[in-house]
């Protein structure tokens, strides 16, 4: 066969191309467009949880981004963020944080507590990963222990992207994929817990602050209404 | 090359000026929206500032070897050319409906590919593919991989200028990724800049040995080797002079600077690229080429 000119080939191309943009732009407008479900939950985190009460955050909290520039920016990256410390009658205290986004896209991304525990001057050891076992499910935790200058704390958190929990970057990445394909951009939270531990005790006391802390997640988790829960699991 | 021989090779029916003045359209209609919003995102920012300066590098790479695109493609070229496209396209939409930045920018390497299959066949491909796998450099990083990655590197980096003007005796101190001189703070999250843009002066580096070639093949693994502790050379300095200036003239003359700085560092990287390559060919090829 002889080959066509290749004017037709580049007016194919040229044509093509545009369609693809177009085709692209189209879509990815209507699918913004579509009203967010989400959008109008509500974080509403009790001040009494079980045996925990309220009390002002810790001064020297760890943010739960990286800093890359302006403060500004840093608050820009969550749509609702809530740091509160909880004390027990017993005096154990942790802190919480909850950082809420409402739509994610691929290049959003919620912070993994490490590396804002990194980029903020701590050390990271013993991580572990774990389930909290609840009434009705089981979730996969991660936990470290951050050592700092003149403190050491003990993390314990989960993040959900969309319908799944899970750290992991490329299952995150999917989950944006899957979500998007079936016509809903998803939304995404970090659930963080943490407390001071003194390191040159012995590691039965460390353990007792993840005992500690998974404690207040299961009695935050009981304390929420079902929409707030929604919103963290 | 079989039909090819067939046509009139030097008189296609439609001058070729013409005929690449569409191709560009096509390629414009693609990508300068894309790389509006990647100037938006991403090189304003200073992490990708050195971006376009590989894309003109590469642009200027492909000009040199425009004299192998004639326009006469033959059949299996065309064929072969499409195919790229449509995984272009593929990866292009999908990148658009999601807002997977990286997708999109991936997407560049097939279409470019496919327009040098159309415009040289199949043999201007693979005189070109070095230049066309350089793209990959121009796509930015994924942010949660820059984090995981670079941030190892940013405390070695923050570490390292701050011993350094310690051993000077500067008042410094260093906590985390932020460089505490004098009464000043620098947030050297501005250094994961520098590495990031790091990424692309390595790219300059190949872009470099691509456009002028060594001769002996161990004289361009040399060459490879350096490229790495160069660019992290040039990005030790241009941290350390933003800290010099911040100590000096205060953060605002350090935010004034700061762009400057990052092209500054193209031009120190590029130097120590000619200065090594100089002394590789003085060692190994005897003389100058």
Known sequence: MKPLSPLIYVLMFSLLSAATLGVATYSRDRLASIPQIQGTKAIDIPHRIGPWTSISPPADIVEPWVNDGGDLAAQEIYDHLLTRGYRRRDGTTVTLVIAYKRKLFQEDRIHRPEVCYYAQGYQRSQASTGTLALSDRRIAVTGFLATGFSRSEKVLYWIRTGDLVSENAVLQRFELLKATMNGRIPDGALVRVSMPVDESRPRAEQADADIALSMFLKDLLNAVSEQTRTVLL | MTSSST???????????????????????????????????????????????????????????????????????????????????????????????????????????????????????????????????????????????????????????????????????????????????????????????????????????????????????????????????????????????TYYFGSSSQMLIHDLAAYVEVGVAIFLFFLARFAIERALEGRLA
């Not at chain 2, 509006?36 to 991403?42: C, G, I, R, V």
């Not at chain 2, 390595?202 to 660019?231: D, E, K, M, N």
């Open chain 2, 7 to 245: 046509l009139p090779t030097t008189a296609p029916c439609v001058s070729r000026s013409i005929i690449s003045l569409i191709a560009a359209c096509g390629f414009i209609v693609l990508y300068v929206p894309m790389f509006m919003d990647f100037a938006f995102l991403f090189w304003a920012k200073d992490e990708g500032a050195h971006t376009p300066i590989l894309l003109a590098g590469i642009g200027y790479g492909y000009w040199r070897l425009r004299a192998s695109f004639h326009w006469v493609p033959d059949n299996k070229d065309v064929s072969f050319a499409f195919l790229q496209f449509s995984v272009g396209w593929a990866l292009y939409g999908l990148g658009v409906v999601q807002s997977f930045y990286q997708l999109q920018g991936l997407s560049l390497l097939p279409v470019v590919a496919g327009l040098t299959t159309l415009a040289g066949g199949r043999r201007a491909l693979r005189k070109c593919w070095q230049l066309n796998l350089l793209l990959v450099m121009t796509i930015p990083l994924p942010a949660s991989l820059a984090e995981a990655i670079l941030i190892k590197l940013r405390l070695a980096l923050t570490a390292s200028v701050t011993d350094m003007f310690a051993w000077f005796g500067y008042p410094v101190a260093r906590h985390g990724v932020s460089i505490t001189i004098g009464f000043y703070e620098l947030r050297v999250a501005n250094a994961c800049a520098g590495l990031r843009s790091m990424l692309s002066l390595l790219a300059i580096g190949g872009l470099y040995l691509i456009l002028q070639p060594l001769r002996r093949p161990v004289s361009t693994i040399i060459f490879l080797s350096t490229i790495i502790p160069l660019a992290l050379a040039a990005n030790f300095m241009r941290v350390s002079f933003l800290v010099l200036i």
